[in-house]
């Protein structure tokens, strides 16, 4: 079966025949070429494939497509700003070498951001409760912890100013 779905892509209201047995992360990476979303289980085990349904981090690879109908999909390719600038906690994944062979990254960036939009300072075991579904085979997590406390600095000392 096939259906059309409307949703808001990245802050792009966007459509597509999509077939009911594909999933979000299919969809996204098939359908609309953002391949920042990347597949690591396939089981939703391990958090690569982490996006923003209306705000909540969801495991796209087990997220039923036809379930985005008319919500709204946030991407890693969705946080960039103007000129491609990189959001700041992408920038402080680069800065405190949150990123090494770079698989999970995206998911860890997504899951940090719907973290920081809820609580804009959490405390280090707030950041290990929210990344606690995303795993890293490189880093060793402290430096992933010290990008986002970092980055949360970053946005509230923009937003003061
Ligand atoms: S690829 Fe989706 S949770 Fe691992
Ligand atoms: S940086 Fe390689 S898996 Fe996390």
Redesign the pocket.
């Known amino acids: 079966m096939k259906k059309v779905l409307s949703f808001v892509l990245n802050g792009h209201e966007v459509s597509a025949e999509i077939e009911s047995h594909k999933m979000l992360l299919q969809v996204l990476r098939e359908e609309f070429q953002l391949t920042g979303t990347k597949e690591g289980c396939g089981q939703g085990e391990c958090g690569a494939c982490t996006v923003l349904v209306d705000g909540i981090p969801v495991d796209s690879c087990i997220y039923p497509s036809f379930e985005v109908d008319g919500k709204s999909v946030t991407t890693i390719e969705g946080l960039l700003g103007e000129g491609n600038v990189l959001h700041p906690i992408q920038a402080a994944f680069v800065a405190h070498g949150g ?7 995206p998911g ?1 960036i997504m899951s940090s951001k719907a973290l920081l939009d809820e609580t804009p300072m959490p405390t280090v075991q707030e950041v290990r409760n929210a990344l606690a579904g995303n ?5 060793g997590y402290v430096q992933i912890v010290d990008s986002v406390l970092s980055a949360a600095e970053k946005i509230q000392a923009e937003i003061k100013q």
């Open positions: 990123v090494q062979c770079g698989f999970c990254t860890m795993l890293c085979r490189c880093t």
